[in-house]
């Protein structure tokens, strides 16, 4: 068994069935709530958190090592405005997350599935185009960034023809933003583009 400390950041809801109030788990559940789907190691999470003290992070990750890492990561430095929660990311967004509640969405180089077999198991698809759109309140953002140009494109493509959503300026992340599959891809060039809730 492993002997590492569990984050104390998790959210643990009571019923996994029905729309969690995430928010009502923040010291100050009334600052804007936003949220980094498959968040890793935690690099983006801990930087932006500690940048805007008045915003709360939820990073979404399917796998618990990375749950207790990033969160663990977040303690060292003292955040109080970041919660991890351990959940398939459709599932969270399409399921858990209540409706007209999240500020922006961060998706930083989900997992392409390049082999054209796999590309069901993408994330990006028209229900999750829905279930985005549920959850987001209006104006909020969704910010994409990933090296697998092929599926940049994909998405990019999903959101441009999606009348609900408008292209705005991509999110560009400082040096401490940048996650951690951005440094072990820094030698390639990066799709990145952003979109808003516009009705
Ligand atoms: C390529 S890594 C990128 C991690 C981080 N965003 C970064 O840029 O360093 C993709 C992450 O998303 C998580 N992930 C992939 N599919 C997911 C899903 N459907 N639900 C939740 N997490 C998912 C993986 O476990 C992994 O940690």
Not at 172 to 182: C, G, I, L, S
Request: with cysteine; net charge neutral; glycine share 8%.
């Amino acid at each position: 068994m492993s002997k590492k400390k569990k984050t104390t950041l998790r959210v643990m809801p009571e019923n996994w069935l029905d729309p969690v109030d995430f928010k009502s788990e923040f010291l100050h559940p009334e600052y804007p709530f936003e949220v980094d789907i498959g968040s890793g190691k935690g690099r983006f999470l801990v930087a932006r958190s500690g940048a805007f003290p008045q915003t709360n992070f939820l990073g979404i990750e399917r796998f618990m090592g990375r749950i207790h890492s990033s969160g663990r990561r977040c303690e060292r430095a003292g955040r109080e405005n970041v919660r991890m929660f351990r959940m398939e990311g459709y599932y969270a967004i399409s399921q858990m997350m209540p409706a007209n509640y999240v500020a922006n969405y961060y998706f930083f180089f989900p997992d392409p599935w390049p082999k054209a077999r796999h590309h069901d198991y993408r994330l990006f698809n028209p229900s999750f185009m829905d279930a985005l759109f549920k959850t987001l309140e209006v104006g909020g953002g969704l910010h994409v960034a990933t090296d697998h140009l092929p599926y940049y494109e994909e998405i990019h493509e999903l959101l441009q023809k999606d009348g609900r959503f408008e292209e705005t300026a991509a999110f560009q992340p400082n040096d401490e933003e940048r996650t951690d599959f951005e440094l072990i891809f820094s030698h390639k060039e990066i799709g990145r583009c952003s979109f808003k809730k516009c009705v």
